[in-house]
């Protein structure tokens, strides 16, 4: 893990795995390299953690999961983005776009004196 | 690693499947666990890391493991607890919509059922309703009713039957009975409310100024009467009226208080009304409370503030907490005999009892605990046959769906889905049926209030909060001991396997248990057949019961005239004139002014009776009448003659004597012309000219007590209570009460409002039939819908199982069997159902006769008429029930038969 990696907010991993199951089901390891991927390896997140979320969200039931087989024929655990779930995650996404410029714009405003 | 079930868990949903049992958690996660590290680990070689460092590098990626693993299991747990709650939901959504899908796909059979279940159901729901009213819901707004006993008394060894006491008792114990902390009295009066054309009259509670204070209830407005309302001798002329009565006199209106009431001769000011449901102790309540020490002239004693010898006060009393009710009431007789030593309770042979309010509940209502049992039980066995109905219904349309249920075993649905379904269903249907039950309660309770009860006033319907929860409580378990029979039967095993052989004759077994269920059927209406019999077959006894009085053609008329200060000479000039004019009413026979009538008060006197070698002193009823009174009761003169308007004052005293009175003195000797003293010896010779029949003194079924009567006109001024009575004849008599109620209004200027009713709707005398009207009609009710749904059952079953034989009676009437023959053998199907169940139904009966026997009147409880009619009418209609089937049997065309196979 690079030491510069950035920890994830509290919550925010939960978006992401939701967002990660977003174009397809996935096991758990799919999802890791998802997030890597597309986080440019940037975040920090431990793999357990992730199985807690997906765990939580099973249990919040915002995804669902079945055993299946990979292409190497092996068994794995798929979850996959429920009609619930993925009402949560648009909410979840617009609340946080919103949010994100909102602090954004703050931080950026030019420094003038009043 | 974990198999794919071999169906698609959508499809096993679809069909009720087992969706497979799940692998331990434990294994799951760890084998999640280690899927995970192993893509990781291969990941990583495949980029070119050794495998030691491949491996440490993907448990660091991971986290501690041990530590991460507990967690997870942890997480996993929490989330299949609120997953598994989800699925049983979900599942049970999923039966109750197949079940609602079913229901509706067999809309005659749902409508038999949930009738079926209304009418079972319903009924029990009526009668929880009745008796919850009647006897077991406490009186509301009245603190800790439990701890509240009313004394009683009787003789020692025998019943605790009198209630009464009188006023110096009353303060003897509040004073001075150590067992209780309070002592409160109440006398029930009818209150006569202004004069003349707007007269009106009032239920009055006459109160101890501690009433309610010892209730703990309080007013919703104004305030409750006080102590110092009620100081001795005259109390404040204040007045609490009851909620209805503020409601329907004075239009709920808040100024109402302050207000004045002429009642009797006083102005009485409203001070407060109570809360809406307020009844006091009883069932039903008084229209208003006032002071007993402001009652004064209303009262028919006189004096009562210090005559101690009559009884006439209700006392209630609050337990003192750690006194046993039975110390409380042996102190309490202590204090009563040393205050009042000269009333007749008082003697060695009384003893006291402290009675819970709970206990007596509904006994002056004429709605004992017994008859109340047996109604419950009756109400049940109700239930039962409603059960074993649909049950065979149910029964009925699981054999149908034979094919459905026996694909879905051979898709391997378990036993416990499958009867889950069934049950769904049963109780689905019950719940319809629960519902329905309350409409029947509603209109039922409604009926049997207005037709049973009409003399209590009862707020709101009878469907209330507590009945529902009873109906729902009744409608579950209904709803699961209906369906369990079918559930077990149709989920049988075998049953596929029989089906799968294509074979017809599954019918047989099934039939059996069907039958099975109409015998019990038949046997449970069979004994509430019987019930209804021996009650119907007592109220034809007590109907002919010679009570000395015809209850249904006498009208009692009273007028309060003391209340208004009326002297006792202007009291009978009234009453003469209220006589003259009542006697020219139409359909009136004939009229009499009396002391006191049947059911009313009682008076007694001692009278010496001079014999050969000795002077008899002896106790008599008394009362004083006008000539024509036997003649307008309706009692018969058993010898001598009647009074006439020439035994005056200036004529030679003389009397009547009941038959009781001359057998006891006289024995089988005509007591005519006997004289009798009254009073002392010193008094005149009264010469007796008559006897008459025993008539009923205060109840319908006590034992006859000596009765002297006396002309009215040699005793003016004796006893000063006037009644006024009727006889009509012709005509409905219930259309003359208000003529006379208006003669007698119209006698004088500015007279109190006249109570007039008929004497068969006395309290009394209805507390005394109701018990057998309740038997009689809730049994007779109750018996003919068990006897339709037992017909419906045979009916059902008996061409049920001619269809399944349709073959058989083709090959039958093929071969040149006689279409009699044929008809013959459904008839039989019925005939040994209706036999076997009428057989086992009269075991019953004679077993339960000894519960039902005390509470009939001259009927033998194990009546072989009554049985023997109730079993005829029985097989009768089970032989009725089978024509149709038969009819279709034998018109079975034998061709069209054997080519359906």
């Given at each position: 893990m690079p030491d510069f990696a950035l920890p994830v907010l509290r919550g925010t991993l939960d978006v992401l795995v939701l967002r990660a199951l977003l174009a397809r089901p996935m096991h758990g390891y799919e999802i890791t390299s998802w997030l890597d991927r597309h986080g440019g390896g940037n975040l920090a997140v431990l793999d357990s953690a992730l199985y807690q979320a997906l765990y939580r969200l099973e249990k919040q039931r915002h995804i669902a999961a079945e055993w299946g087989t990979t292409d190497n024929k092996r068994q794995a655990r798929y979850y996959r983005l429920t009609t619930k779930g993925r009402a949560y995650l648009r909410a979840e996404t617009a609340s946080w776009l919103r949010y994100a410029s909102t602090v954004t714009a703050i931080l950026t405003a030019p420094v003038t004196a009043t | 690693m974990a198999q794919r079930e071999s169906l698609p868990a959508r499809v096993r949903r679809a069909f009720r499947l087992d969706l497979g049992r799940r692998r331990s958690r434990e294994a799951e996660v760890d084998d999640e666990i280690r899927f995970h590290l192993e893509q990781r680990i291969e990941e990583l070689a495949a980029a070119g890391w050794t495998r030691e460092r491949a491996e440490a590098e993907a448990l660091a990626r991971f986290g501690p493991l041990q530590e991460s693993r507990t967690q997870l299991l942890e997480s996993a747990r929490a989330r299949d607890e609120v997953l598994t709650m989800f699925d049983r939901f979900e599942t049970l959504l999923q039966d109750v919509r197949f079940a609602a899908r079913q229901i509706t796909r067999a809309p005659g059979l749902t409508l038999a059922v949930v009738l079926t279940f209304a009418l079972g159901i319903g009924a029990n729901a009526t009668m929880f309703g009745v008796i919850d009213r009647l006897l077991l819901r406490p009186p509301r707004?009245?603190?800790?009713?439990?701890t509240i006993v009313q004394i009683a008394y009787g003789t020692a060894g025998k019943d605790l039957s009198q209630y009464t006491v009188n006023y110096p008792l009353f303060r003897a114990l509040r004073d001075r009975a150590q067992g209780f902390t309070d002592v409160t009295a109440s006398y029930a009066l009818q209150l006569p409310i202004g004069r003349g054309e707007s007269a009106q009259s009032a239920n009055g509670l006459a109160i101890t100024g501690n009433y309610f204070a010892l209730l703990g209830a309080k007013a919703m407005l104004g305030r409750v009467i006080r102590s110092d309302d009620c100081l001795e001798p005259v109390g404040n002329a204040v007045v609490v009226v009851s909620h209805d009565y503020w409601e329907t006199h004075f239009a709920g209106d808040a100024r109402a208080i302050g207000k004045t009431v002429d009642i009797g001769n006083r102005k009485f000011t409203i001070v407060g009304v109570t809360p809406p449901?307020?009844?006091?102790?009883?069932i039903d309540g008084p229209d208003m409370w006032l002071p007993m020490t402001a009652a004064g002239s209303m009262l028919d004693v006189r004096s009562y503030l210090t005559a101690g010898a009559g009884s006439w006060l209700v006392v209630h009393a609050r337990e003192r907490v750690g006194v046993p009710p039975e110390r409380a009431a042996e102190d309490a007789m202590r204090v009563a005999r040393d205050a009042?030593?000269?009333?007749?309770?008082?003697?060695?042979?009384w003893r006291f009892g402290a009675v819970p309010i709970m206990a007596l509940r509904g006994s002056g209502q004429g709605v004992s605990s017994a008859v109340t049992k047996l109604l419950g039980a009756m109400s049940i066995v109700v239930l039962l046959i409603a059960c074993a109905n649909v049950a065979n219904l149910l029964l009925a349309r699981g054999l149908r769906r034979r094919q459905e249920i026996a694909v879905r075993l051979a898709l391997g649905v378990t036993r416990e889905r499958l009867m889950a379904h069934l049950l769904t269903e049963s109780v689905l249907l019950a719940l319809l049926g629960g519902l329905a039950a309350m409409l029947v309660a509603y209109w039922g309770g409604g009926i049997v209030m207005r037709t049973l009860f009409n003399d209590l006033s009862f707020h709101g319907s009878l469907v209330d909060l507590r009945v529902m929860t009873f109906t729902a409580v009744v409608t579950i378990v209904t709803g699961l001991l209906t369906g369990v029979l079918p559930a077990l039967e149709v989920s049988r095993p075998e049953l596929s396997s029989a089906l799968k052989a294509g074979?017809?004759?599954?019918?047989g077994q099934r039939s059996r248990t069907r039958a099975t269920l109409l015998v019990v059927q038949t046997a449970l209406s069979l004994v509430l057949l019987f019930g209804a019999g021996l009650f119907v077959r007592s109220l034809a006894r007590l109907g002919t019961m010679r009570l000395g009085v015809d209850v249904d053609k006498v009208i009692v008329g009273s007028m309060n005239l003391p209340a208004v200060g009326r002297s006792s000479r202007e009291l009978d000039q009234i009453f003469q004139r209220a006589l003259e004019r009542v006697a020219q009413v139409p359909g009136v026979a004939a009229a009499a002014v009396a002391a006191t009538v049947p059911f009313g008060q009682s008076f007694g006197a001692s009278i010496t009776l001079p014999r050969r070698d000795s002077l008899v002193h002896a106790d008599a009823m008394l009362n004083i009448v006008t000539p024509d009174y036997f003649k307008t009761l309706g009692a018969h003169l058993l010898s001598g003659r009647d009074f006439t308007s020439h035994d005056d004052e200036g004529a030679p005293p003389v009397m009547i004597v009941n038959e009781m009175f001359a057998t006891r003195y006289w024995g089988s000797r005509s007591p005519i012309g006997e004289c009798v003293r009254g009073g002392n010896d010193s008094l005149p010779c009264v010469e007796i000219v008559g006897v008459v029949e025993n008539v009923r003194r205060q109840s319908i079924f006590e034992d006859s007590s000596g009765f002297i009567y006396l002309p009215m006109a040699q005793r003016r001024g004796s006893l000063t209570s006037r009644q006024l009575i009727a006889r009509v004849d012709r005509g409905n008599p219930a259309a003359v009460v208000e003529s006379v109620r208006l003669a007698m209004q119209t006698a004088a200027p500015q007279l109190p409002y006249a109570g007039v009713e008929l004497m068969a709707n006395d309290p009394t005398v209805r507390a005394g039939l109701r018990p057998f009207r309740l038997g009689a009609s809730m049994f007779g009710a109750f018996g003919i819908l068990a006897i339709a749904l037992a017909a419906v059952g045979i009916y059902g079953v008996v061409s049920y199982n001619v269809g399944q034989r349709t073959r058989e009676m083709g090959v039958r009437i093929a071969l040149g069997a006689q279409r009699a023959n044929v008809a013959g053998l459904v008839l039989r199907e019925g005939l040994v159902v209706g036999a076997i169940g009428t057989m086992i139904g009269a075991g019953i009966a004679m077993l339960g006769a000894k519960f039902v026997g005390p509470l009939l009147y001259d009927e033998a409880p194990r009546d072989p008429v009554v049985l023997l009619t109730v079993a005829a009418i029985l097989i009768a209609t089970a032989c009725v029930a089978c024509l149709v089937p038969a009819w279709r049997a034998v018109k079975t065309d034998p061709i069209t038969a054997l080519r359906s196979e």
């Open positions: - | 707004y009245v603190v800790h009713p439990e449901g307020f009844v006091g102790l009883g009042v030593p000269q009333a007749w309770f008082t003697g060695k042979s074979s017809q004759d599954v019918g």
